[in-house]
């Protein structure tokens, strides 16, 4: 229990950090596990999808509150791979964008998506967070823990996600502030796909 207030106090904490800008910039990526680590947690966009994943995966209970933050760790790093070879991708951004909109919508609906829609729909997803952040892996100093840091930090985050989605179980007042919280990432969301079409 103490675990997970301290890792939900984390995620609130990166939340409410002075800097709004996206977290796909290759500036300021240096060391290892630990810049790896805290990289994610700094860009606003990473992080509410992040939560959303879980968020969405308790909603939709076995076996997705499983497999969701489990598939979206894994075909991130495959998206980095294609970062650091520089396989042309587009739209990466709008993309990144659009998973926090769409899955917050998805929480706010309480869709219930199949198994496999669901699983589709977070790997394309994560392909375009791996993607962007795996483009930042060669200017780190020790790309190999860098990214393993990441992806710790994702997994970390997703089962945050998870344990307030499990509020979900406890009617009236848990299923509301699951779909709340859906709401702030579909906002969120919103405003970051407008920044990145350049709206705002």
């Not at 309480?110 to 392909?127: G, S």
């Not at 179980?169 to 906002?187: C, H, N, S």
């Amino acid at each position: 229990m103490f675990f997970l207030r301290t890792l939900v106090l984390v995620v609130a904490s990166a939340l409410i950090l002075p800097s709004v800008a996206l977290a796909h910039s290759a500036e300021g990526i240096a060391g290892g596990a630990i810049s790896g680590f805290l990289h994610p947690l700094a860009g606003p966009d990473h992080l509410l999808a992040m939560l959303a994943v879980g968020l969405w995966g308790a909603q939709l209970g076995r076996p997705l509150i499983y497999a969701l933050p489990i598939v979206f760790p894994l075909i991130m790093a495959l998206g980095g791979v294609l970062g650091i070879m520089s396989v042309p991708m587009i739209a990466v951004e709008l993309g990144i964008a659009l998973s926090a909109l769409v899955l917050g919508l998805a929480i706010i609906a309480a869709f219930r998506a199949p198994v496999p829609i669901a699983i589709a729909l977070v790997a394309l997803f994560a392909v375009f967070h791996g993607y962007a952040h795996g483009a930042e892996l060669p200017s780190a100093a020790e790309p190999l823990a860098y990214g393993l840091g990441f992806v710790v930090a994702t997994g970390l985050v997703h089962l945050a996600g998870v344990a307030i989605g499990l509020l979900n179980e406890r009617p009236p007042a848990g299923p509301t502030v699951v779909r709340a919280g859906g709401g702030f990432v579909a906002l969120s969301g919103a405003y970051f796909t407008a920044a990145a079409v350049g709206i705002v």
